[in-house]
């Protein structure tokens, strides 16, 4: 479906920004949605958000809402996500998904049918 490559990660203080990115090599990207997916040491896949093909629609985790933002530039085939305010319990490594199917929209792991290899992100306190 796609090969994805996240890039943007790196070690950063509490309270600083990051701008993860996610480029995308494929048919079709403008009709897919794009998840962000986080895992930290030792804890489950966490959702963060999703956007849908046109970025009309987007939809965030409680927990990040207010602090980080999805975007895309479907020209790019490019998803970014920006992190602001963050904090050292958003460190984790940071994945981009695509959904399993064009149109579709859905924030469960199992509605992504391609993943990238992740990057890491710390935030030191």
């Known amino acids: 479906q796609f090969q994805l490559v996240e890039s943007g990660g790196r070690l950063v203080q509490a309270g600083g920004s990051l701008r993860l990115s996610c480029v995308a090599s494929?048919?079709?990207?403008?009709?897919?949605?794009m998840g962000w997916f986080r895992q930290a040491p030792g804890k489950e896949l966490f959702f963060v958000g999703t956007?849908?093909?046109?970025?009309?629609?987007?939809y965030y985790a409680n927990s990040v809402k207010g602090r980080f933002t999805i975007s895309r530039d479907n020209a790019k085939s490019t998803v970014y996500l920006q992190m602001n305010t963050l904090k050292p319990e958003d460190t984790a490594v940071y994945y981009c998904?695509?959904?399993?199917?064009?149109?579709?929209?859905?924030?469960?792991?199992?509605?992504?049918?391609?993943w990238g290899q992740g990057t890491q992100v710390s935030v030191s306190s």
């Open positions: 494929g048919r079709a990207f403008n009709t897919y949605s």
């Open positions: 956007i849908s093909w046109t970025g009309a629609n987007i």
């Open positions: 998904a695509a959904n399993k199917a064009p149109y579709g929209f859905g924030g469960d792991a199992s509605d992504f049918g391609s």
